[in-house]
């Protein structure tokens, strides 16, 4: 057995080689890449992906893993070997479906929808978009035919984020989850003035908001020797090694939360790459069990950390030597109820806890729409208005504040956005068992620590890497499957005592 998981480590190295090469392409794309790069980088990743797409369906490494299937099975379910034949044996019997013309295809349509994107944004015209989301929309519904299904398209779709997730349940746990945000949105909106935000938006030197953000990072525990941070125009993480993980961030300079919570975000996702371990890296286990999982501990650290009243007990002091001007009518108390004001508003990754996951829904019922065939590409801006009107009760005022303000669908990534919600859940499940486990962590935060925090998720979710799917990870760690309870719970607890409702 050890010879034949040797030959196939080595050759999964060369997979893995090839993808963080990609990475490092997309990376620069979003980055520093001059605008008429475009075209010869949609080419480059669209070689290197297809490489690396055919270098992992090859033939002899469906022979080795079924060979390896079997000794595997003695071995222990959560052992690094065990658990890498198994996740890659499900990656390989996946990627064996899809023929490699269509990986380059919608790589290469993916390139340059994204610079399509960009400028339709920027001009917020949706027409500049809408025939390059037709054909990412075309991509995936074959795709998703390629993968297969049992019950429907968007489940092969949404497994390629969320492996074993299925529609049907993310529909279960969202339907009361609706219910519930929406019952709380209704009480606040009665309240909308018990929270003042103006101070947010006072003007900010991008600068300063650049250098605190990193002395926030830096202390939560982003190690700038093994990471960096740039500007992007949607912020992002991507790791092209264990001791090379990138963030971005975008600054604005009359909205404070931007650059801040978004630092802090990314900054959530760059420390479960940081905290995997070497055994791992450069193997199909390196990285998150999820997407869902990735976008808990982005969560847990901008919302349920960064957004919580210890964590502003210690920082807000700093805030206001570091912006004494715009801050000087403000206390600690004054600013935590500011950064935690609940209103519908138009840009999803500006959205507040509560209103956030109607957002998601709304995107989640759009895509199955889309792939089902019962929405036309060119229709969306009205039905998303729509949506947003009956959601949240307001109307954007153009595109770019509506359909187009998301870079997913230019990549085609259809699928993904449920994720967000999941890892929302998941965030608050996952620091309620932290304090549980270890009760210091709330004082610890107040006082500027966030060692033990940390210390705990490397233990329990980040050293796992891939191993586990989402439900599994859940399990494991808090004893009970992926739940809505819990969030919700925190939800009303945190917001009924600002809001008093
Ligand atoms: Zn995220």
Redesign the pocket.
């Known amino acids: 057995m050890k010879e034949k998981l040797e030959e196939l480590k080595k050759r999964f190295a060369v997979v893995n080689d090839l993808q963080r090469a990609a990475a490092v392409l997309g990376w620069d794309q979003q980055t520093y890449m001059p605008p008429r790069g475009a075209s010869a980088r949609a080419e480059q990743l669209a070689t290197l992906q297809k490489l690396a797409h055919e270098h992992f369906i090859a033939d002899e490494n469906g022979a080795l893993l079924n060979d390896l299937a079997a000794s595997a099975a003695q071995l222990p379910y959560d052992s690094d070997d065990t658990s890498l034949i198994r996740v890659t044996k499900r990656d390989y019997d996946q990627a064996k479906r899809v023929p490699p013309a269509l990986v380059e295809e919608m790589a290469r349509v993916a390139s340059l929808a994204f610079e399509a994107w960009h400028h339709a944004r920027a001009e917020s015209n949706f027409k500049l978009f809408q025939p390059h989301l037709e054909k990412n929309v075309a991509l995936r519904i074959q795709l998703a035919n390629y993968l297969g299904y049992t019950d429907r398209i968007y489940d092969a779709l949404l497994d390629q984020y969320e492996p074993q997730m299925t529609t049907a349940q993310v529909e279960a746990i969202f339907a009361p989850l609706k219910k519930e945000i929406v019952a709380l949105v209704r009480k606040i909106a009665h309240k909308a003035d018990a929270v003042d935000a103006a101070v947010l938006h006072r003007e900010y030197a991008e600068q300063t908001q650049w250098d605190f953000g990193v002395q926030v990072i830096k202390r939560i525990g982003f190690d700038f020797e093994r990471a960096r941070q740039d500007k992007s125009a949607h912020p992002f993480t991507t790791s092209f090694a264990l001791d090379d993980v990138r963030i971005t961030t975008r600054l604005s300079k009359n909205f404070l939360p931007s650059a801040l919570f978004g630092t802090i975000?990314e900054t959530g996702?760059a420390l479960y790459d940081l905290g995997g371990r070497a055994e791992l890296d450069r193997t199909p286990l390196a990285g998150g069990a999820s997407l869902g999982a990735?976008?808990s501990q982005?969560r847990l650290w901008e919302n349920v950390v960064g957004r919580s009243r210890g964590f502003w007990q210690f920082w807000f002091p700093r805030l206001r030597e570091t912006f004494p001007a715009q801050l000087a009518d403000q206390t600690a108390e004054s600013f935590y109820r500011a950064v935690n004001k609940i209103a519908p508003s138009f840009i999803r990754v500006e959205a507040d806890e509560v209103t956030y996951g109607l957002h998601i829904m709304l995107r989640f019922e759009m895509e199955n729409a889309l792939v089902e065939g019962r929405l036309q590409v060119a229709d969306v801006p009205e039905a998303w208005n729509a949506k947003m009107k009956e959601y949240l009760g307001i109307v954007p005022p153009d595109d770019a504040r509506g359909c187009l303000q998301d870079v997913h669908w230019s990549y085609g990534d259809l699928g993904y956005f449920a994720t967000?919600l999941l890892g929302s859940m998941f965030a608050v499940q996952l620091y309620d068992k932290a304090t549980r486990d270890v009760p210091a962590i709330p004082e610890q935060i107040a006082r500027g620590e966030f060692g033990a925090l940390l210390g705990w998720l490397r233990q329990n979710v980040h050293t796992h890497g891939r191993k586990f799917t989402l439900d599994e990870l859940a399990r494991r760690v808090t004893g009970e499957p992926l739940q809505s309870r819990s969030y919700v719970a925190y939800l009303k607890k945190k917001f009924g005592e600002i809001y008093q409702v």
């Open positions: 975000h996702h990735h976008e982005s967000y």
